[in-house]
């Protein structure tokens, strides 16, 4: 186990230490133009980044490419239930500019700024707002030099991302500046893994962690898991996001599986489902598709089980606390294996919504 890494403030939240792993995801939009509070189309924005907060979203980061969406930015910073991030390249007004809001943390690499002062002016008004900058290097984006080291065959890919980081760094530091959150983030996970571990082990930065580019929901949440189970497992890691081609909602998700498989004891409702066979009954794919973004919204300890048959439904999943399969024409809702409730298939969201909220309503009273 590595030593806990420093805690810097991310809003109301603190990142690093023995802190709890933060949960990130990144807007997909583009940010509307204009937005201001009380703007006819806040509501919508801030109710989809509420649903978020409900799935496990503890931060949410923002692309900031020009001064409209810096000014949009603003304006739900104020208003959001979770720290916004704002993500900028290269300019460094945008930087400025997202400072005199309420973000909780601003990712940007110093070393693309270009002069001096205009580092200095950045870091200058984060110190004066408390305002941490992250430095993000990806794989995909290395400096020209290292980039080119890596193609010669002279370093790894691994040692040129961690140079990189070193390097934004140093930097900041020279100019006295460590509230700094720092990624690494390349395509391979091994290399994920083998980068962090680099970096974990010179400095005590709290870092964020993922795989860039992952690829669409089924290979990108295997190749976040098989990057972010060991190193989590190592205690390195203080913020992490599932980057996927996939919604955002699909990240959270996958996130908090990964942060599962680390520790159970963090796991809130957990789902249990058959994959369907030609002895279902019942269809449990469509039957998940709508229920999955729910079951993942409760914010407490509960396993759920949704099965295609009777042949091995209440049986397989007895340690459920509730869970529903079919049964000819029927479907039955069970609880630890013990029917409850026989129903029409058609009845079956009705009827499973019911007892779902009858349960958690005798959990909480
Ligand atoms: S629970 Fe029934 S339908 Fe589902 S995989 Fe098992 S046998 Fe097939």
């Excluded at 013990?338 to 969201?349: K, S």
Aim: hydrophobic share 45%; proline share 6%; with cysteine.
């Amino acid at each position: 186990m590595n030593q806990p890494s420093r805690v810097i403030k991310l809003g109301p939240l603190m990142m690093g230490g023995s802190w709890p792993v933060l949960v990130q995801t990144m807007w997909k939009d583009p940010l509307p133009a204009g937005l201001v509070p009380g703007d006819e189309r806040m509501p919508a924005i801030l109710s989809r980044i509420e649903n978020l907060k409900t799935l496990g979203c503890d931060v949410i980061r923002f692309a900031v490419p020009d001064e409209e969406s810096a000014r949009s930015l603003g304006a739900i910073a104020g208003q959001s239930p979770i720290p916004v991030v704002a993500d900028i390249h290269f300019d460094w007004r945008l930087a400025l500019l997202c400072l005199d809001y309420p973000v909780a943390k601003i990712r940007i690499n110093p070393g693309n700024i270009g002069e001096r002062w205009k580092v200095e002016e950045i870091v200058g008004k984060a110190k004066d707002k408390g305002v941490p900058l992250r430095i993000g290097v990806n794989g995909g984006s290395l400096p020209l030099d290292l980039r080119d080291a890596v193609d010669k065959g002279a370093m790894t890919e691994i040692v040129a991302a961690v140079a990189a980081a070193e390097r934004e760094i140093a930097i900041l530091e020279e100019l006295d500046f460590s509230n700094i959150a720092v990624s690494i983030k390349l395509n391979e996970p091994n290399q994920v893994v083998e980068a962090n571990r680099i970096f974990a082990s010179r400095h005590d930065y709290p870092l964020h962690l993922g795989v860039t580019e992952a690829g669409p929901l089924v290979s990108g949440v295997v190749r976040n898991t098989a990057a972010l189970v060991p190193l989590l497992k190592e205690g390195i890691g203080a913020t992490l996001r599932v980057s996927l081609s996939a919604p955002m909602e699909s990240e959270l998700m996958a996130a908090r599986e990964i942060l599962g498989c680390v520790d159970a004891g963090t796991m809130r409702a957990r789902i249990v489902s058959c994959p369907r066979c030609g002895r279902a009954s019942f269809d449990t794919h469509a039957f998940l598709d709508r229920w999955e973004a729910k079951l993942y919204s409760i914010s407490e300890s509960l396993t759920v089980a949704i099965m295609g048959c009777v042949v091995n439904g209440p049986g397989e999943a007895r340690n459920a606390d509730i869970g529903i399969t079919g049964a000819g024409n029927s479907a039955l809702i069970f609880r630890h294996g013990e029917i409850v409730r026989t129903i029409q298939r058609e009845e079956a969201d009705l009827a499973f919504e019911e007892e779902l909220n009858r349960l958690l309503v005798e959990r909480r009273s």
